[in-house]
């Protein structure tokens, strides 16, 4: 039983050397690997590859794909005005020799970001700092970029410790004012409109009053000439009456004279409260008499 657990053993911990000798390199990485903590070899194809056990060589990996890197910093920069501006950016690069970048940059890809954002940033202050406000919104933009880039390659290429990477592209991707400037801006935008704002109404409100009182006055013009024409027709309408009541009148004088009566007599009886009060010798009462209630012919 003992000898058949030692065999078990035995087989078990050839079976981790044997592995701990054996490591896979991804497509997309570097396989390093180290010799007492000096690089042996770097392993740049995809596959199966062999090593001693550890602690004789391990492997460490280093992404070998296109990297992006961005601006985090909002700090502004000084354009050839004097002018504050803040300028969002973007790196698209790779390590390319992967000895070189862990000797002189770092263990990682995040070491190389670091320094390669200072030199970027750097890089952008230099030259924002010899162009105007004009010039980073222009057609001077495109040579803008160009000029970044050709100083951060000539930071990671320098002869002395080259950084082992390549930088394939430096993009601007927003140009904009400090923030205080863009306030002032955005302030004096709103005061500006706010005062078109203020003499549009004011426009408006003089314009309005002048409609109303060209209304008023037409009211009264139309006003005047309806008053006008009614007291013609009133006035022909009267006369007409009038000599219609003094051609009947002529016609019938006795029966007019009762007519009047009548008419008298529904104006001051015209309900059952009123209260005539008459002198005894009053004539208003003629008519009603028994031989006055119709006239002679």
Same mark, same amino acid.
């Given at each position: 039983?003992?000898?058949?657990?030692?065999?078990?053993?035995?087989?078990?911990?050839?079976?981790?050397?044997?592995?701990?000798?054996?490591?896979?390199?991804?497509?997309?990485?570097?396989?390093?690997?180290?010799?007492?903590?000096?690089?042996?070899?770097?392993?740049?194809?995809?596959?199966?590859?062999?090593?001693?056990?550890?602690?004789? #060589?391990?492997?460490?990996?280093?992404?070998?794909?296109?990297?992006?890197?961005?601006?985090?910093?909002?700090? %502004?920069?000084?354009?050839?005005?004097? #002018?504050?501006?803040?300028?969002?950016?973007?790196?698209?690069?790779?390590?390319?020799?992967? %000895?070189?970048?862990?000797? /002189?940059?770092?263990?990682?890809?995040?070491?190389?970001?670091?320094?390669?954002?200072?030199?970027?940033?750097? $890089?952008?202050?230099?030259?924002? /700092?010899?162009?105007?406000?004009?010039?980073?919104?222009?057609?001077?933009?495109?040579?803008?970029?160009?000029?970044?880039?050709?100083?951060?390659?000539?930071?990671?290429?320098?002869?002395?410790? %080259?950084?082992?990477?390549?930088?394939?592209?430096?993009?601007?991707?927003?140009?904009?004012?400090?923030?205080?400037?863009?306030? $002032?801006?955005?302030?004096?935008? =709103?005061? =500006?409109?706010?005062?078109?704002? /203020? =003499?549009?109404?004011?426009?408006?409100?003089?314009?309005?009053? #002048?409609?109303?009182?060209?209304?008023?006055?037409?009211? =009264?013009?139309?006003?005047?000439?309806?008053?006008?024409?009614?007291?013609?027709?009133?006035?022909?309408?009267?006369?007409?009456?009038?000599?219609?009541?003094? /051609?009947?009148?002529?016609?019938? %004088?006795?029966?007019?004279?009762?007519?009047? $009566?009548?008419?008298?007599?529904?104006?001051?009886?015209?309900?059952?409260?009123?209260?005539?009060?008459?002198?005894?010798?009053?004539?208003?009462?003629?008519?009603?008499?028994?031989?006055?209630?119709?006239?002679?012919?």
């Amino acid at each position: 039983m003992n000898r058949i657990g030692f065999w078990i053993a035995s087989a078990l911990l050839a079976l981790a050397i044997a592995s701990s000798t054996m490591f896979v390199v991804d497509q997309r990485q570097f396989g390093v690997v180290y010799q007492l903590g000096e690089i042996k070899s770097v392993v740049t194809e995809p596959g199966l590859n062999f090593k001693m056990p550890p602690p004789f #060589q391990n492997v460490s990996y280093i992404d070998k794909r296109l990297l992006t890197l961005e601006s985090t910093a909002a700090d %502004p920069m000084l354009t050839a005005e004097k #002018q504050r501006v803040v300028i969002d950016w973007f790196v698209r690069w790779r390590i390319s020799d992967a %000895p070189q970048y862990i000797r /002189n940059v770092g263990l990682d890809e995040r070491a190389g970001a670091l320094q390669l954002n200072r030199v970027v940033r750097n $890089s952008f202050q230099e030259e924002v /700092n010899r162009r105007t406000v004009f010039q980073l919104l222009s057609s001077d933009r495109e040579a803008l970029m160009a000029a970044v880039k050709q100083q951060v390659l000539g930071a990671v290429n320098s002869s002395d410790k %080259p950084w082992g990477m390549d930088v394939v592209d430096v993009r601007i991707t927003r140009v904009d004012y400090a923030e205080t400037i863009t306030r $002032s801006v955005y302030d004096r935008m =709103e005061a =500006e409109r706010k005062r078109v704002a /203020n =003499e549009l109404r004011s426009t408006g409100a003089a314009e309005g009053e #002048q409609i109303r009182a060209d209304a008023d006055r037409q009211r =009264e013009v139309i006003l005047a000439d309806a008053y006008r024409d009614a007291q013609i027709l009133k006035g022909d309408g009267d006369a007409k009456a009038s000599n219609t009541f003094a /051609n009947a009148y002529n016609k019938d %004088p006795a029966f007019a004279k009762f007519y009047r $009566s009548l008419e008298a007599y529904k104006t001051s009886f015209s309900s059952k409260g009123d209260i005539v009060i008459l002198d005894g010798e009053s004539d208003f009462l003629k008519g009603m008499r028994t031989n006055q209630v119709m006239p002679s012919k």
